[in-house]
Structures are given as C-alpha cells and as structure tokens.
C-alpha cells in the first residue's frame, strides 16, 4: 500500500500549515492555516490551496474527504474560511474547544482581511489622485466574515482518545483518526492518521504544535502514540527556553522600570494563551507584592470573548488550575483586566498620562489594533515593547526583535526609541530538548520524520540531533514536495 504526502505549507518556513494526505482514492487535509510574512508573499501563498477549487467544490477528482484541524491558532486554521469560499463543504474535525475559539478568531481574521483590501483600495486612489505610484491595485478580501461563518458551520467535534473515521473505511480502505492533547494551548492536539488499504495499515502521526509541561492553565502534553511516520514542527528546533522562575525576574525589572519612568507597556500578543498566561504571571506577581499595582488593557475585541471560552473548557484544565479556580473568585486576574471594545476606546489610551500595559494583536505585529499602539508608542525611550511569542521573519514583530532603528509601520517609517525585550519562555511551543523528549516513545517505531513547521535553520540542527539521538532518517521538505511512504 502507499501513502502519498503533499507538503504545501509551513515548510522550511513557520506558519501557513497545511499537509494534504491521499491513500487509495481518499484524501485528507491536515490543517489549513494563514501565512504570514511579506505581504507580497503572503497574497499569492494564502490564495493557492492544497486542492483546486474544482476540487474542493466537488467538481473535479480527486476531491476532497475531510480536514483535520489541530488547533485554533491562524497560522493552523486561517485559510478555512478560504476552504469553504472555494466551495468545500465536508467535515472540518477538531477538538470542543477549538470549534468554540474558531468562532470568534476565524471572524477577527476576515475582519483583518476585510479592512486590509479597504485599506489598499483608498490607498491605490489617494495616490493615483495627487499622480503618485499607486503600488498594489486594489483586490477583493482574501475572504469575508461570511465565509468564516460558512466555515465555523462545517467544524465537527472529536474527542481526545475516540478514534473518528475520516473517509472510506477501517476494512478495506480509509483513513481514521486518534487525536491526544498537545499541551501547546487550550484544546489543541497531535493527530495519529491511520491509512488502510486492502486490510494493511500505516500510521503517520501529525505533532500539529508540540506544547511543554507546566504551562499554566492547560493540561501538560500527552504520551505521543506510536506511529511508522512523524511530522513534526520545528519552530525551536535550535533553542532552548530559559527557565521560568528566570522570566519572572525579567518581567518584574521590566515593569518595575518602565513604570518608575512613567512609560507604557506594548505587548503584541495573541488573543489566545499568551495573553491569559501573562496576565496570570503579572497576577501572581502582583499578589505577592513584587510588582505595583497598575492598569492592563487588553485591547482586542477578540480577547474577552476568548477568555469566555476558556472559562467554559474546564475539561481541558490542568488540576492546578481547576483548583486554584475554585478557591477564589478571580483566581487567574482575568478580572483585574479592562477591555476595550471600540476603536474609540482604544484610541482613548494613547492620550492617558499614566503608566499602563496593553495587550494587543496581532502576535507579530502584522495587522489588527498593535499598529496603532507600536505608531503612537515607538518613538518614546520611556516605553516598552515586550515580545512574547514566535516572530516569523520579514513580520514587523522580528524588525523590532532585530532591534532595528526604523521601521514602517501603517505605511510611515518610524525610528524606534522605546526598549524592545523579548521573553520567550512564555512560548507555548517545545524548545530544542523537549521536542527531542516529546518523540522519544514514538520513535523506536519510526521508518521516517518529516520536519515542518520551522525556519530551515533551526530544521538543520533539530534534524542533525535528531539522527544523532535516534539514528532515523530525517526530511525537511519544500512547499509543493510529494512523498510516498507505505
Ligand atoms: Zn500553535
């Protein structure tokens, strides 16, 4: 029997993940996520799926069977809408809580795209009015908000452990699917594909994001299953983590200094996990006395409907947290947060004179209301851009993380003033070691590891420890590469 791999996204490169997978007529996709990077780039990769169109209407062979989505994060989920704008309408498999965190992040990705094309539209006419270079014409939106709705409405629910029959069958030929918790954020997950044909079954386990243990909040990763093929991510694939007793530290300096100069705190940040666990960190901290009390503003109408949904997910909740939930009101801060809803709200927090964080989107500094922050907020040496997640290259989030002295930002250049610091321990991806960890009870089993899922850098040094440690043979594929394994 033979599986045939389509690599055609996040390959050598971090976000964009997408693998379409065939055996024996049925074809599954394994996520369908949002590039990000140049916008040039970024236009064309976004617009291509996997499959045709005609495909994916069911109107040419082979269509397609089913998605597999392993968690809700844009750069896994992000192309969706796109999916079911060029006509698929099968299932979409995921976890309760992803479905429920879908809703409102599909919705605020096509408002991104939507005010995007807007923006390039009256750009392209102010400039062809004064007889300036126009640039890019006008396009319409990559997709709308009611292509995400038609999307959300295609998302099934599995439950971790429940093997779920994607296409064919378990007897003659099919595909099923096992998913186990990730530990990366709430409700993601790795997914072990089982593929049969004519009564023999290969097994490729899809990692989706590797998570790490004692993160706040979720629960720590799963034992990953046994398998024939592995593709895994490689984001840190050539770091490791500090520990976190080391960021607390860091953070409390950071706050304690910008504050006593009467700054701002920028944080990029995505509206999932990173926000709740930083808020959790700077709770405890505050509770204990290490840091001042002073405003947070979480800054994106996407962020509190987000919180609900964590709330509502208890299931995916490490003991810790459930116990700690139950012995106090506000036991994650989360009600020490003021959110600000409409643009004149958060336009209103550039004129307050106080000392104040903000947490906003988008995570790299590619779009949503961060631009308006970072404008207002980078040329002043008394502020703070704290970075708390991965920056793909060529995102304005690594200019800054480069400490480069200018950088445009909506279109105007802009010298950065404000002190850039980075904490990546707060990431919720394995660093070189646990991912090395992560695979150790799958790997005995193992014919063959696809890397994905990282910069071609840190691909070379995870591949080169990985064959040390393991003796496996170990691929880094390009975007469009096709493999058969059996
Ligand atoms: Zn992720």
Redesign the pocket.
């Known amino acids: 029997m033979a599986i045939r791999l389509h690599f055609w996204g996040a390959d050598q490169t971090v976000t964009g993940s997408s693998h379409h997978i065939e055996c024996a007529g049925q074809n599954v996709l394994l996520d369908c996520g949002l590039f990000q990077g140049r916008r040039e780039d970024a236009a064309n990769i976004n617009s291509h799926l996997a499959l045709t169109p005609e495909q994916l209407a069911g109107k040419a062979a082979p269509g397609l069977n089913a998605v597999v989505l392993s968690?809700a994060?844009i750069?896994?989920s992000g192309d969706l809408p796109l999916l079911a704008k060029q006509g698929y309408r099968g299932p979409i498999y995921t976890t309760p809580s992803t479905i429920d965190l879908c809703g409102p992040m599909l919705k605020d990705s096509a408002h991104i795209q939507e005010s995007d094309a807007q923006f390039i539209g009256k750009r392209y006419g102010r400039r062809q009015q004064i007889k300036m270079p126009p640039g890019p014409g006008p396009e319409p939106p990559l997709y709308t908000q009611d292509d995400a709705a038609q999307a959300g409405q295609l998302l099934r629910p599995v439950k971790l452990h429940e093997p779920q029959v994607l296409a064919g069958s378990t007897k003659d030929a099919g595909f099923t699917m096992t998913s186990t918790n990730a530990g990366?954020?709430l409700g993601?997950t790795n997914v072990l594909m089982e593929a049969t044909e004519k009564g023999q079954t290969v097994r490729l386990l899809f990692s989706g994001?590797v998570g790490r243990k004692n993160l706040p909040i979720i629960r720590d990763p799963d034992a990953a299953p046994a398998a024939d093929y592995l593709i895994m991510e490689s984001t840190y694939g050539d770091r490791l983590h500090s520990p976190m007793g080391d960021v607390k530290a860091k953070l409390a300096g950071l706050v304690k200094a910008v504050l006593a100069r009467g700054g701002h705190i920028i944080v990029p940040a995505f509206a999932v996990e990173r926000t709740q666990q930083l808020v959790l960190l700077l709770h405890q901290m505050i509770e204990a006395g290490e840091i001042p009390e002073f405003p947070i503003f979480v800054d994106s109408p996407l962020a509190s409907a987000v919180t609900e949904v964590f709330k509502k997910h208890q299931e995916d909740w490490d003991a810790e947290a459930c116990a700690f939930y139950h012995k106090g009101e506000d036991a994650f801060g989360w009600n020490r947060l003021k959110y600000t809803q409409t643009v004149q709200e958060s336009k209103a927090l550039n004129e307050l004179k106080v000392p104040f964080m903000v947490l906003s989107a988008s995570g790299m500094c590619e779009a949503g209301r961060i631009l308006h922050h970072l404008k207002n907020g980078v040329q002043d040496p008394r502020n703070l851009v704290l970075i708390t997640g991965y920056q793909a290259p060529n995102t304005l989030g690594s200019k800054l993380v480069a400490k480069e002295q200018e950088v445009n930002i909506l279109g105007e250049p802009m010298r950065v003033r404000a002190q850039v610091e980075s904490i990546d321990s707060l990431s919720?991806?394995a660093d070189q070691q646990e991912l090395l960890d992560w695979m150790a009870p799958v790997a005995p089993t193992l014919k063959k590891v696809f890397l994905v899922h990282g910069e071609l850098a840190a691909m070379t040094v995870l591949k080169g420890k990985i064959e040390e440690r393991y003796k496996l043979e170990v691929v880094c594929p390009k975007r469009g590469d096709r493999f058969e394994v059996g």
């Open positions: 968690h994060h750069d896994h990366h954020m993601s994001d919720g991806h």
